[in-house]
C-alpha cells in the first residue's frame, strides 16, 4: 500500500512499511489476523519501548533467515551514475507482491512482514502493494474515501482468486503463486543466493510542466535466458497518509496510518510487452526503450518510483526486477 520522515533505522521513508504516526498508548496486544479476502498491519512511528521491540524483531528474522540457510545480505544494492541515472549491479533482486485493502483490518501485519524484508535486503527487496477488492473499496462519510483502486488491480482482481488477505506472490505473478505474508521471509531469502540472468538499467527524469515522468529503460541478458520474456514498467507512491483499519489497535480506524508501496499505474500496461522477437535471448541481448506516464494531481513525484519487472511469460516467474526513485524531492 501506499506511503517523510525515517523508518527502520537508516532506511529512507519509502523504504519502509506502513506505519502510524503518534505513540503506541492506543496499541492493544496483536494476534495473527486475517480478513476474509483482506490484508495485515503495518509498522508506526511509536514511543522507545515500541522501537526496541521493532529492532528485536528485525533481529530474530534476521537470525531465523540466517539459520535457514539465507545470506543477510549488506546494503547499499544500488549504485548511480555519472549522469544522475540509476544502474543495478548483478545481484539478484526479488518482488513481493502484496494484495491489500485500507478497511482491511489484519493487512498492515503484511506491511510489517515487507518492512523486515526491507531493512534485512535493501533494494534488493522490491515491494509493490495493490489495493483491491472489497477491502480497497471506499465509503462514505469522512473516512475510507481514498480510492487507491487501479484498473490493473481490477485486471488482476479477475486473473486471482481471492479468499482472504493479507495475501502476495513472491517472485511470480502465477495464479497459483498466492502465499501469507508469514511465507514470505523464507521464501524471499531463499533466492538470495541465485544468481541475476538479467542486468536493469534505468534513468527516469521528471517532467514539472507536465507533472509527468519517462523512464529509459536498457535491459541486458548476462547468460543465455530461456523463454519469452516480457518487461512490465510500473510506477508505485508512498508515504501517503491516510486512513487504515489496524486490529491492533483501538480504536482501529487509524486516520494518519503512512502507506507505502501503493501501485499508481502502469506505463506499458499491467502485462507489460514482449522482449526481443525470439523465444530465447542469448548473452548481450540488449533491449531499450522510452517510457512516459502522467501523474494524476495529488501524487507526490518525490515519492514515486518507478519499478521493472522483467518475467517468463511462461509460467509466469520474474527474472529481474528493479525500483528506482525520481530524481526530485517532495
Request: glycine share 12%; charged share 25%.
Amino acid at each position: 500500500m501506499g506511503m517523510g520522515c525515517k523508518v527502520w533505522g537508516m532506511r529512507f521513508k519509502e523504504e519502509g512499511i506502513g506505519y502510524r504516526k503518534g505513540l503506541s498508548s492506543r496499541r492493544r496486544p496483536g494476534s495473527p489476523g486475517q480478513c476474509s479476502e483482506g490484508g495485515d498491519p503495518g509498522l508506526r512511528r511509536d514511543d522507545i519501548a515500541s522501537r526496541v521491540t521493532r529492532h528485536a524483531s528485525r533481529i530474530t528474522l534476521a537470525l531465523a533467515l540466517m539459520l535457514a540457510g539465507c545470506d543477510y545480505i549488506q546494503a547499499p544494492f544500488m549504485e548511480k551514475t555519472d549522469d544522475g541515472g540509476q544502474t543495478t549491479d548483478e545481484v539478484q533482486r526479488v518482488l513481493v507482491i502484496d494484495f491489500t485493502g485500507h478497511t482491511c483490518k489484519s493487512c498492515p501485519k503484511a506491511h510489517h512482514t515487507l518492512g523486515q524484508l526491507k531493512d534485512l535486503y535493501g533494494d534488493r527487496v522490491v515491494p509493490v502493494a495493490f489495493h483491491l477488492g472489497y477491502f480497497a473499496k471506499t465509503q462514505s462519510g469522512d473516512k475510507f474515501t481514498t480510492d487507491f483502486r487501479t484498473p490493473e488491480g481490477g485486471l488482476l482482481e479477475k486473473y486471482f482468486e481471492f479468499v482472504s488477505f493479507p495475501i502476495g506472490t513472491v517472485q511470480n505473478i502465477r495464479t497459483d503463486g498466492l502465499i501469507p505474508h508469514g511465507t514470505w521471509p523464507s521464501a524471499v531469502g531463499a533466492l538470495m543466493s541465485e544468481k541475476a540472468p538479467i542486468k536493469i538499467g534505468v534513468k527516469t527524469e521528471y517532467l514539472a510542466g507536465l507533472h509527468g515522468l519517462t523512464a529509459d529503460v536498457d535491459i541486458t541478458a548476462l547468460e543465455a535466458v530461456a523463454g519469452t520474456l516480457k518487461v512490465a514498467v510500473w510506477v508505485v507512491e508512498n508515504s501517503i497518509t491516510d486512513w487504515q483499519k489496524d486490529e491492533d489497535f483501538d480504536p482501529m480506524d487509524i486516520p494518519d496510518y503512512v502507506h507505502n508501496h501503493v501501485f499508481r499505474t502502469s506505463m506499458n500496461g499491467l502485462w507489460g510487452e514482449t522482449i526481443g522477437s525470439a523465444a530465447n535471448l542469448e548473452k548481450g541481448f540488449t533491449f531499450t526503450k522510452e517510457f512516459s506516464v502522467a501523474l494524476k494531481t495529488g501524487w507526490k513525484a518525490g515519492n514515486c518510483q518507478v519499478v521493472v519487472v522483467v518475467y517468463r511469460e511462461e509460467g509466469m516467474e520474474v527474472v529481474q526486477v528493479a525500483g528506482y526513485r525520481l530524481p526530485v524531492a517532495g
